[in-house]
């Protein structure tokens, strides 16, 4: 089975300024997906951001972006310009074509005003 | 639109009964995901499955089961084997290649 670690349980920012969030994952794979979810204190589970691990370009999303380093097995995820509504948890997910779906154990982001 | 609906979004279940919690999709996606979420955890996946009449066991299946008649349906059932079924659980479908969508969740309680 797949690994997926996320180191950080908690995390905090300062409203505007930037953060990052790490995760590591164990795969002797070369074709997988990687992403990136929030969950609110609502517990609805949100997309943030997709990484194919074919593409050597890092993944963006407006201010959301990650910083993927294949050879290391490292997916970090990099949130500029922090807002509050940004406080939630981060979880980390790997997947592989015809295999479930693997979670890391999440950080919590707290923005603080 | 479409999207993953999961019912009901609140559940109590008496001592040695058995509750089912449903999940339904539109959404034309082949694989289907059920997880358990406990307070302040992250998700440990009940059952998976990538086809219809096809279901595989995750990490703790242990007291529940799943079935797979439809390829929009896989509702999930608690049984009485499952002595600690207090939680958050949350379905999620995908398709090959991509993110997972989630339903909103049902929280089970014991009463």
């Known amino acids: 089975a797949q690994t997926v670690t996320q180191s950080q349980p908690e995390m905090s920012v300062q409203e505007a300024e930037t953060v990052t969030l790490s995760c590591t994952y164990d795969?002797?794979?070369?074709?997988?997906?990687l992403f990136w979810y929030k969950q609110p204190p609502s517990r609805q589970m949100i997309l943030v951001i997709r990484?194919?691990?074919?593409?050597?370009q890092n993944a963006t999303e407006n201010r959301f972006s990650v910083n993927f380093q294949k050879a290391a097995k490292s997916f970090s995820l990099k949130i500029s310009d922090s807002q509050l509504g940004d406080a939630a948890m981060y979880f980390c997910?790997?997947?592989?074509?015809?295999?479930?779906?693997?979670f890391g154990t999440g950080t919590s982001l707290t923005v603080i005003p | 639109d479409g999207g993953i609906t999961q019912s009901p979004k609140y559940l109590f279940r008496k001592e040695g009964q058995n509750v089912t919690l449903s999940c339904e999709q539109n959404?034309?996606?082949?694989?289907m995901y059920w997880y358990r979420q406990d307070p302040g955890q992250g998700l440990r996946l009940i059952y998976y499955?990538?086809?219809?009449?096809?279901?595989q066991k995750g990490d703790i299946a242990e007291g529940y089961s799943v079935s797979r008649e439809k390829k929009e349906s896989f509702p999930l059932t608690v049984t009485s084997a499952q002595k600690n079924p207090t939680a958050f659980y949350l379905c999620?479908?995908?398709?090959?290649?991509?993110?997972?969508?989630f339903g909103d969740g049902t929280r089970l309680s014991i009463l």
């Open positions: 999620a479908s995908s398709i090959d290649r991509g993110p997972q969508h």
């Open positions: 795969t002797s794979e070369s074709d997988y997906y």
């Open positions: 990484q194919e691990a074919y593409k050597q």
């Open positions: 997910a790997y997947y592989q074509t015809g295999n479930q779906f693997y």
């Open positions: 959404l034309n996606h082949d694989a």
């Open positions: 499955s990538q086809i219809v009449n096809d279901f």
